[in-house]
């Protein structure tokens, strides 16, 4: 059974980097696509980032891009997202997924899903 778990979120302010981690446990993380998402109140859920299986290509989406980046740890297990600059409106729940089946944004696609973590920005 694949467990996924983040950590590294907190209490951080405007202009600051985080970076948080999601290990994954009871599979090799090289063979699925892992997905950063987020979630706001009131709002809906948002892939901030991704990278494939295998050769990790990667995307972010451009209302993130040049502030985040999602690399991967094989030999750690881990994928992670760097965020700088951060802004009052990244201010969520992040998640990581993991998907088996695609390298989409859909988070209807993703079939392992970690607990989350806080993370709030203030201005």
């Known amino acids: 059974q694949i467990q996924l778990v983040e950590s590294g979120g907190g209490l951080v302010q405007a202009g600051d980097s985080l970076r948080l981690s999601c290990i994954i446990h009871g599979g090799a993380i090289s063979h699925y696509t892992m997905g950063w998402f987020r979630q706001a109140p009131g709002k809906e859920r948002e892939c901030v980032a991704r990278?494939?299986?295998?050769?990790?290509?990667?995307y972010v989406p451009n209302s993130v891009k040049g502030r985040f980046t999602i690399y991967r740890d094989d030999e750690k297990n881990t994928v992670y997202l760097q965020m700088t600059n951060l802004e009052p409106e990244d201010t969520a729940v992040y998640h990581c997924?993991?998907?088996?089946?695609?390298?989409?944004?859909?988070?209807?696609?993703?079939?392992?899903w970690g607990q989350g973590t806080q993370v709030t920005v203030s201005s």
């Open positions: 990278i494939s299986w295998g050769a990790g290509m990667r």
């Open positions: 997924a993991a998907s088996d089946v695609a390298f989409k944004d859909d988070p209807a696609s993703y079939k392992y």
